[in-house]
């Protein structure tokens, strides 16, 4: 199975939420600006996947969570794409949660699957819409308190297509 290196990602995103060495979020809210974890404009996942940045050497890759770029809280928006540059195929995310985990598979250990089919590292490529990691203990992140008789509801679409 190939890996996901040259797989072209963009994320709506101006900042993400660092971690300390066993994947907890500091609590700090840093700019991608400038550092391994900046998609505002697409590039491949594998051009910084291994820099020696302390947030990558953490995670061994990404394995981070994107503050997403809303004008509203709870707005259905654009939060990321990946395009495979060889196929053309696309994968767009869309939601209304306040982040999304950008995760890149560096524990994967080639693992089989059905059809026989193996799982090595860096194989896959999740985008996992969420509230922050860690929101119950940082009163500043988004909220994810449900009292008794309030509703929680949130919206996810993935759509795939093929770039022209």
Do not use: W
């Not at 890996?3 to 609590?27: K, R, S, V, W």
């Not at 391994?36 to 050497?57: E, V, Y």
């Not at 767009?92 to 059809?115: F, V």
């Amino acid at each position: 199975t190939p890996t996901i290196e040259d797989q072209l990602c963009e994320i709506n995103a101006d900042f993400y939420l660092p971690t300390d060495a066993t994947a907890i979020p500091t609590g700090e809210i840093l700019k991608v600006e400038g550092t391994p974890f900046d998609f505002r404009t697409p590039k491949a996942l594998g051009k910084d996947i291994d820099s020696d940045h302390q947030q990558i050497q953490f995670g061994k890759g990404f394995d981070h969570n994107y503050v997403l770029n809303k004008k509203e809280e709870g707005e259905l928006s654009f939060a990321a794409r990946i395009t495979d540059p060889k196929s053309g195929r696309t994968l767009e995310c869309y939601t209304t949660e306040p982040g999304m985990q950008l995760y890149t598979a560096n524990y994967a250990s080639g693992y089989k699957g059905a059809g026989g089919a193996t799982f090595p590292r860096r194989s896959a490529v999740c985008l996992e819409t969420q509230h922050f990691p860690d929101s119950p203990n940082r009163p500043y992140f988004p909220s994810v308190v449900l009292n008794p008789g309030q509703q929680y509801k949130q919206k996810t679409i993935y759509r795939f297509g093929v770039a022209e």
